[in-house]
């Protein structure tokens, strides 16, 4: 099976820079071929090629997108079958939109091919001004992209990026966004995040996993403890009374029980429940830079659950002040702070809960 990644971005974005990238650390042996069109900004240096196995096929007229998807279809199905490639990569034009070529791509119905990833390349110091300028065919880019990666952000302020992904999200609030500078990381951390195999929606559909296989497992301890017998004697007020457990949960979210004449209300949480039913999550991106004591106060202030909510479990990786990233985790009573091996892509705070409140763990954090 051939995977197929499109590149995307506007002029002088730096499409080509991130693919050579790629090429240089992360693709290794994997045999190549990549798709450009003759306006690319840049054009890949056919010198810088020669020895890495990749094979360049551009096409002859103009853009890859809608006026031209006969002519790419058949480009594309010429390299599928000549060089039986691992990797097909394309880089449409700048003014080109991604839209098009995604359907293009999709409209070939070759069962020897997967559309593995569709990438747009910002460059973070010009978005606003793309996306004022040049509407319809940026939002374009923006909109369709499964991942953005930000470039030339070395030297901005934390705020000028957040201010850049506020802008990206209103157009997109699902892509996974790269925020870190590409010479501060591996080309294998940015596929990750092309292959989405580590971001922020992964990371806190596994820290749900985590809560919800907890408390499956203190149900279990619960039911436990009254599986002895089908039917168990209560005595209250002197009365007996056969209660029939249902461990189910199907019949009633809320039973009232009379004993005595007191009503008791009991709520049953349901094996059967859907964890968003549950718990109350919050992911945050962010390329704030961290101290460790601040990371540190932070995670203890989780604790006060008058102020956070009941904060069960929380995870991310952030960017320090001194150019080091951290790892942080968090179980109630149980915070821990350590230094990671390596950079990641873009900060990123995780929180799972039940009755959070967002905006004093966003003020903890200071984001």
């Known amino acids: 099976m051939t995977k197929v990644d499109i590149f995307s971005g506007f002029l002088g974005a730096g499409k080509t820079t991130l693919i050579r990238k790629l090429i240089e650390e992360t693709y290794g042996t994997d045999k190549i071929v990549l798709i450009e069109n003759e306006f690319g900004e840049i054009g890949v240096d056919k010198g810088f090629l020669q020895n890495t196995g990749i094979e360049i096929n551009q096409m002859n ?17 010429e390299v599928i079958e000549k060089y039986n490639p691992e990797r097909i990569l394309i880089e449409p034009s700048g003014v080109g939109k991604l839209s098009d070529v995604i359907i293009a791509v999709q409209d070939l119905k070759n069962d020897k091919i997967e559309l593995n990833g569709f990438t747009t390349v910002v460059d973070a110091t010009k978005a606003e001004m793309y996306m004022s300028n040049f509407g319809e065919f940026y939002e374009n880019q923006v909109e369709h992209a499964s991942s953005i990666i930000l470039s030339h952000t070395a030297g901005m302020s934390q705020e000028d990026i957040d201010k850049c992904i506020t802008l990206l999200r209103e157009h997109n609030k699902e892509a996974s966004i790269v925020t870190t500078d590409w010479n501060e990381i591996d080309g294998s951390k940015i ?32 039911h436990h403890d009254h599986d002895h017998h089908d039917d168990e004697e209560h005595e209250c007020c002197g009365h007996g009374h056969n209660h029939d457990h249902d461990h189910d949960h199907h019949h009633h979210d809320d039973e009232e029980h009379e004993c005595c004449g007191h009503g008791h209300h009991h709520h049953h949480h349901g094996h059967g429940h859907h964890a968003d039913e549950v718990f109350d999550e919050m992911g945050v991106e962010t390329a704030h830079r961290f101290g460790r004591g601040q990371l540190e106060q932070a995670l203890a202030g989780l604790m006060d659950p008058e102020q956070c909510g009941q904060v069960l479990r929380a995870k991310g990786f952030v960017a320090g002040t001194e150019g080091e990233w951290y790892e942080f985790d968090y179980i109630p009573g149980e915070p821990e702070v350590r230094t990671a091996e390596e950079a990641e892509t873009t900060g990123v705070i995780c929180v799972i809960g039940v009755g959070l409140k967002k905006d004093k763990i966003k003020e903890l954090f200071g984001i």
């Open 61 to 77: 007229a103009g853009c890859i997108c809608c006026t031209l998807v006969g002519d790419f279809g058949k480009a594309l199905n």
């Open 191 to 222: 596929l990750e995040i092309m292959e989405q195999k580590k971001t922020l929606s992964a990371e806190l559909d596994h820290l749900r996993e985590e809560a919800y296989r907890e408390q499956a497992e203190h149900e279990a301890e619960h």
